[in-house]
T-cell receptor
């Protein structure tokens, strides 16, 4: 079974703090994604990566950055958290047959 | 970015009823994907559609790739309580997702 693990399920951070959201996959998949999910807006792609040290902007990259130093780990970074970044963040990997596997999500509240 | 409009936004139905939802895009898609998200979990792929007019079933779920290639439909027959969740459509590149349909099944 593919496992996509998001290390933090629930976080509360203060405005201006630097936030790291970690995602680890155990299937040697090359493609990894970060989304945020908001009510009424569905999932929106923030960044994705096709390989180690490679990153591409998605639909809403502003205020975020990512790091892919190792194939199994894709980190989402909020350099200076703001209240409008309060959301649920989902990491995903892409396996064979165009099948995407999501983590359980990280609920971030910025106060 | 690409807009995927999904409707209805939410549904409250009695157990045993059939459910229909649809998704439309502002541009042509080559692949349509449908996902379900259980409460507190990430979405899981249900059905993939690869060509216009294609009709594909997965148990009580049936999805269709619209002939214009700008829309897709998902039907659930004889709903049961475990069908509860949020259903999303998406493109084949995993770049764009619909706004979601929240389904509540009343026993």
């Amino acid at each position: 079974d593919v496992k996509v693990t998001q290390s933090s399920r629930y976080l509360v951070k203060r405005t201006g703090e630097k936030v790291f959201l970690e995602c680890v996959q155990d299937m040697d998949h090359e493609n990894m994604f970060w989304y945020r999910q908001d009510p009424g807006l569905g999932l929106r792609l923030i960044y994705f990566s096709y390989d180690v040290k490679m990153k591409e902007k998605g639909d809403i990259p502003e205020g975020y950055s990512v790091s892919r130093e190792k194939k199994e780990r894709f980190s989402l970074i909020l350099e200076s958290a703001s209240t409008n970044q309060t959301s649920m963040y989902l990491c995903a990997t892409l396996g064979s047959g165009n099948t995407i596997y999501f983590g359980e999500g990280s609920w971030l509240t910025v106060v | 970015g690409q807009q995927l409009n999904q409707s209805p936004q939410s549904m409250f139905i009695q157990e045993g009823e059939d459910v229909s939802m649809n998704c439309t895009s502002s541009s042509i898609f080559n692949t349509w994907l449908w996902y379900k998200q259980d409460p507190g979990e990430g979405p899981v792929l249900l059905i993939a559609l690869y060509k216009a007019g294609e009709l594909t079933s997965n148990g009580r779920l049936t999805a269709q790739f619209g002939t214009t290639r700008k829309d897709s439909f998902l039907n659930i027959s004889a709903s049961i309580p475990s069908d509860v969740g949020i259903y999303f459509c998406g493109d084949g590149n995993q770049f764009y997702f619909g706004t979601g349909t929240s389904l509540t099944v009343i026993p």
